[in-house]
C-alpha cells in the first residue's frame, strides 16, 4: 500500500486528491511543521530534502509534486489522469505542473520561506511585499490559459487538483481574485468534486 507523508495546507494536497480520483489504497501520514516534524530524522530516513509530499511506494520514495502526479497517473490508467495516448498533449500537461512547481510555488514561498533565498531582514522583507505582484503575474499565465471547465479542456486531468491547491493560497498572497475569474471558476468546480472535499475532510482530521 501507498504512504503518503503530508502536512495541512501544503502541496502535498495536490498528490492526496490525485490518488482518491484514481482509487488508489493508501496510508496518510501527517507531519506538523510547526513541531518541525520535517526536519526530524525519522522523516529525514524517509526524504533527506525535508520536505513534503513523499510517496513511499513498493519500489521506493518519491518526491516532488510533478513526479508524484505523473506516477498516480500512469499506476492507474484506468482513472485517466493523464493523456498518455498523446505525447503532445501529455508535454502540455507537464509543461503545466511545471509551470505551478517552479515559477508559481516558488513566488508563493517568498512569504513564508525567505530564508531559502536570502540572511538579510531587509531582503526577506522585500520578497515578502513582492508576493502579491509576483504571485498574480503568475496567475495572469494560468488566467489565459484556462479556456475549458478543466485545465486541459474537457478533461479533468493531474494539472487540476494541483491548480486548486495553489489557489487555495491566493487570498493569503494578497492576490486580487476578481482579477481572475476562471481560476477562481476552476477552485470552485474542483471544491465539488467528492475526491476534494475527501481529501480536505481527511487533512482536517473530520473524515
Known amino acids: 500500500m501507498l504512504r503518503l507523508f503530508y502536512a495541512p495546507a501544503t ?3 495536490a498528490t492526496h486528491i490525485a490518488l482518491i ?3 488508489a489504497d493508501y496510508d496518510l501520514i501527517r507531519l506538523s511543521f510547526a513541531a518541525e516534524d520535517q526536519r526530524k530524522p525519522a522523516f529525514l ?3 533527506p530534502k525535508g520536505r513534503v509530499p513523499a510517496l513511499v511506494t513498493e519500489q521506493g520514495v518519491l518526491t ?3 513526479a508524484l502526479l505523473a506516477y498516480v497517473a500512469q499506476r492507474y490508467p ?3 489522469l493523464a493523456p498518455f495516448d498523446d505525447a503532445f498533449a501529455l508535454a502540455r500537461v507537464q509543461a503545466f505542473n511545471s509551470y505551478l512547481c517552479a515559477t508559481l510555488h516558488v513566488a508563493h514561498s517568498h512569504r513564508m520561506r525567505g530564508y531559502r533565498w536570502a540572511d538579510e531582514p531587509d531582503a526577506i522583507l522585500a520578497m515578502q511585499r513582492k508576493v502579491p505582484a509576483s504571485v498574480s503575474q503568475c496567475f ?3 488566467e489565459r490559459e484556462l479556456t475549458g471547465p478543466w485545465v486541459m479542456g474537457g478533461a479533468y486531468t493531474i494539472c487540476d487538483p494541483y491548480l486548486f491547491t495553489l489557489a487555495q493560497w491566493m487570498e493569503a498572497d494578497g492576490v486580487d ?3 481572475f475569474p476562471n481560476v477562481i ?3 470552485r468546480r474542483c471544491a465539488e468534486r467528492a475526491a476534494v472535499q475527501r481529501a480536505l475532510a481527511e487533512e482536517s482530521g473530520m473524515a
Open 11 to 13: 502541496c502535498a494536497l
Open 21 to 23: 480520483e484514481a482509487g
Open 45 to 47: 530516513a524517509i526524504n
Open 64 to 66: 516532488e509534486t510533478p
Open 78 to 80: 484506468a482513472a485517466r
Open 140 to 142: 495572469e499565465v494560468v
Open 177 to 179: 481574485t476578481d482579477r
Open 185 to 187: 471558476a476552476h477552485r
